[in-house]
């Protein structure tokens, strides 16, 4: 049995969706706290939905204008690079 749909799936897409279930998931939690630290703290983090919003959408038009091949080796390279960053600012710290 094979799919009716071919598969479009890319990093940026799948951590995006991810991005966007925890902030939503969290936020429920932390809006149905007792103290008003913990509500207000919820409200806040649903400010952040936009972000991975636009990442996805940006993502789908990638992969409509161009292949998926294409837009998943760029989006490794900037995982990638990202990566790389981040070690070496964990590296930078750790010998200050």
Do not use: H
């Amino acid at each position: 049995m094979t799919a009716a749909f071919p598969k479009k799936t890319t990093v940026f897409f799948v951590i995006s969706l991810i991005s966007i279930l925890g902030i939503i998931v969290s936020s429920f939690i932390m809006i149905n706290q007792n103290g008003m630290n913990q509500r207000l703290q919820g409200w806040v983090n649903l400010l952040w939905l936009p972000l991975p919003t636009v990442i996805l959408i940006i993502d789908r038009i990638c992969v409509r204008k161009f292949e998926l091949k294409d837009v998943n080796r760029i989006q490794f390279y900037i995982l990638g690079t990202l990566i790389f960053l981040f070690i070496i600012n964990v590296i930078r710290l750790q010998l200050q």
